[in-house]
């Protein structure tokens, strides 16, 4: 009869427990979201703002405002900072779970906060004294809300809930606080490589990683901080058709969050090159008006291609102007002498034409070597016409 009595109040005890938020945290702000302040957006267009302003009385005051996401998009948040103390504002979701907090210094500036990718819909903002006493303290909220298809969508820290992408489109994302990753899903249909290119933060080392469909890793590169904005190629690996996994982090013992962007190229194997190909007899056959692509490994990498003109002709060259790095192109014919060398400059990431050269009937190399710039893991494409 005892144990009976004592398993009754237990049940009894877990009952309430779950019931009345005493071991749910978000319970607690569910309830206090209801007196949240709807934030009012200049348009729903694709790209919106809201100003708001208040007064907080002291270091356990908090507002509440709400934001309505009717799209997949981003929110970005900034604040006038307070000379007087440090501010908070934390996000959640509608159910309480907290993605970010971050505070604006003690100052007299506009201060850029965090930013988050997001599914739709409501979202809650608190705002709260983080540092400091006072009796009218007040403060000037920012927020952007930006819709589209090309974000992070948050929680995305493990395979299970990765944002899922497309080949060929840019993607923006923001490192989380909690030291989790983000990580994106795409799917591969054929046999070929993949050529990852992505941005370094700002004030803390990125860590890509390209993952299989157990999340097992392939391949893994750190980009250190730089204040330039710009696109690297990070790696570029072989795959089989199926489901593979980009992990994106920093390094959290330096700062949370942090920007990037990246985007994923799609080459089939035999509009690749195939190595070695780095003398005449190693060359890979190549056909004309096909879009061929190299990588460039080192300094020293050279790749050649032999094609053929069946008849004297006039041959034009195209290369991709890469952003860091120029080539050297040489022409060479059967007899291994070159005819013709371009050099291509550093540019906008375009396939822009070199030259045109009348060839006699035969054999021709075409010898792509570095010139000068990044030399580590460079992508490019040419086409001959």
């Known amino acids: 009869m005892l144990k009976k009595i004592i398993a009754l109040i237990i049940a009894l005890f877990i009952f309430f427990s779950v019931n009345s938020g005493w071991t749910k945290a978000e319970s607690i702000y569910t309830d206090t979201f209801l007196n949240a302040i709807p934030l009012s957006f200049d348009s729903s267009d694709e790209l919106s703002e809201a100003y708001t302003s208040g007064v907080l009385n002291q270091q356990g005051d908090a507002k509440y405002y709400s934001i309505n996401m009717q799209k997949n998009g981003e929110l970005y948040f900034s604040m006038q900072q307070n000379p007087s103390v440090a501010i908070g504002v934390t996000l959640y979701d509608a159910n309480g779970m907290e993605y970010e907090t971050y505070y604006a210094d003690k100052g007299v500036k506009i201060e850029d906060l965090f930013g988050q990718g997001l599914v739709k819909g409501i979202y809650y903002v608190k705002v709260f004294v983080y540092e400091g006493t006072g009796t009218e303290l007040p403060y000037q909220l920012h927020v952007t809300r930006f819709y589209g298809d090309d974000v992070e969508y948050e929680t995305n820290n493990t395979i299970e809930t990765a944002t899922p992408i497309k080949i060929g489109q840019y993607y923006l994302g923001y490192t989380d606080q909690l030291d989790t990753s983000d990580i994106f899903r795409f799917k591969t249909n054929n046999v070929g490589l993949i050529n990852i290119k992505g941005t370094a933060a700002v004030k803390s080392d990125l860590n890509y990683r390209l993952l ?174």
């Open 212 to 385: 299989d469909e157990k999340g097992r890793l392939i391949e893994a590169k750190v980009l250190k901080a730089s204040d330039q904005y710009s696109f690297s190629s990070i790696f570029t690996k072989q795959l089989k058709p199926g489901t593979y996994y980009i992990s994106v982090s920093s390094d959290s013992r330096v700062y949370s969050n942090e920007k990037y962007e990246f985007v994923t190229t799609f080459i089939e194997s035999i509009k690749f090159e195939k190595e070695s190909n780095n003398t005449l007899k190693q060359a890979n056959s190549i056909s004309s008006n096909i879009q061929y692509h190299g990588l460039l490994t080192e300094k020293s990498d050279k790749d050649i291609f032999k094609f053929y003109a069946a008849t004297t002709k006039y041959v034009t060259v195209y290369f991709h102007r890469l952003e860091k790095t120029a080539f050297k192109i040489h022409v060479i014919n059967s007899k291994g002498r070159v005819v013709k060398t371009y050099t291509t400059k550093k540019g906008n990431e375009s396939l822009i034409k070199l030259g045109e050269l009348k060839l006699a009937k035969g054999i021709y190399y075409l010898d792509v070597e570095y010139f000068e710039g990044e030399s580590n893991n460079v992508l490019y494409q040419f086409l001959l016409k």
